[in-house]
């Protein structure tokens, strides 16, 4: 199946800093990257996701960049605020649906 | 629609007991999986269904660890017996398309305990 690797496991940053993710995928043929937030104690939700055919999204404060070619997308959070400390899973999906998480990165967000 | 609902939402059982979880996917949807998280693995993909046909088990831990689809409106993951190392929160998720993947719904998850 799918390897897809996460870094950092784990992000510390002030209030009004950027953070970004990173994640790397290991299949060609995964074509849809979505990126889920899991608040302590609730279900992962979807944030952003991004298809192959597109090279950056950006919905607000947050954008997901894909580089195909070296298979590997990232999410960037601006002007990070309290309530975005999260553990984040970035996905890889093939065609057929099966979808393969990261292990995740827990964000604090420092007031 | 409620999304997927899950039950129980915790449980607390006995090495060596059968444990069953549930789980009701959104309606209309194709694809279900089921997930176990722990701090140290993460979010680990089970068990795949689509149509309610198992796609992908390879996920599955061992033996103990079953999982079926009767219908599209239901599923169940067994183990049985149970293990303390089994102890995690178990996420149902359900998702429509094939070949145009789209966004996966979870459930509430449930916390399973094995003392």
């Given at each position: 199946?799918?390897?897809?690797?996460?870094?950092?496991?784990?992000?510390?940053?002030?209030?009004?800093?950027?953070?970004?993710?990173?994640?790397?995928?290991s299949d060609?043929?995964?074509?849809?990257?979505?990126w889920y937030?899991?608040?302590?104690?609730?279900?992962?939700?979807?944030?952003?996701?991004?298809?192959?055919?597109?090279?950056?999204?950006?919905?607000?404060?947050?954008?997901?960049?894909?580089?195909?070619?070296?298979?590997?997308?990232?999410?960037?959070?601006?002007?990070?605020?309290?309530?975005?400390?999260?553990?984040?899973?970035?996905?890889?999906?093939?065609?057929?649906?099966?979808?393969?998480?990261?292990?995740?990165?827990?964000?604090?967000?420092?007031? | 629609?409620?999304?997927?609902?899950?039950?129980?939402?915790?449980?607390?059982?006995?090495?060596?007991?059968?444990?069953?979880?549930?789980?009701?996917?959104?309606?209309?949807?194709?694809?279900?999986?089921?997930?176990?998280?722990?701090?140290?693995?993460?979010?680990?993909?089970?068990?795949?269904?689509?149509?309610?046909?198992?796609?992908?088990?390879?996920?599955?831990?061992?033996?103990?660890?079953?999982?079926?689809?009767?219908?599209?409106?239901?599923?169940?993951?067994?183990?049985?017996?149970?293990?303390?190392?089994?102890?995690?929160?178990?996420?149902?998720?359900?998702?429509?398309?094939?070949?145009?993947?789209?966004?996966?719904?979870?459930?509430?998850?449930?916390?399973?305990?094995?003392?």
């Amino acid at each position: 199946g799918e390897n897809v690797e996460q870094h950092p496991s784990t992000l510390s940053v002030q209030e009004g800093d950027s953070a970004v993710i990173k994640c790397t995928y290991s299949d060609s043929a995964s074509n849809y990257f979505p990126w889920y937030k899991q608040e302590l104690g609730k279900r992962p939700q979807l944030i952003i996701d991004i298809r192959s055919n597109v090279g950056e999204k950006k919905d607000q404060r947050i954008a997901v960049t894909l580089n195909k070619t070296a298979k590997h997308f990232s999410l960037h959070i601006t002007e990070t605020q309290p309530e975005d400390s999260a553990v984040y899973f970035c996905a890889a999906i093939r065609p057929g649906n099966q979808f393969y998480f990261g292990t995740g990165t827990s964000l604090t967000v420092i007031p | 629609d409620a999304g997927v609902i899950q039950s129980p939402r915790h449980e607390v059982t006995e090495m060596g007991q059968e444990v069953t979880l549930r789980c009701k996917p959104i309606s209309g949807h194709n694809s279900l999986f089921w997930y176990r998280q722990t701090m140290m693995r993460g979010l680990e993909l089970l068990i795949y269904f689509n149509n309610n046909v198992p796609i992908d088990d390879s996920g599955m831990p061992e033996d103990r660890f079953s999982a079926k689809m009767p219908n599209a409106s239901f599923s169940t993951l067994k183990i049985q017996p149970s293990e303390p190392r089994d102890s995690a929160v178990y996420f149902c998720a359900s998702s429509w398309g094939i070949s145009s993947n789209t966004e996966a719904f979870f459930g509430q998850g449930t916390r399973l305990t094995v003392v």
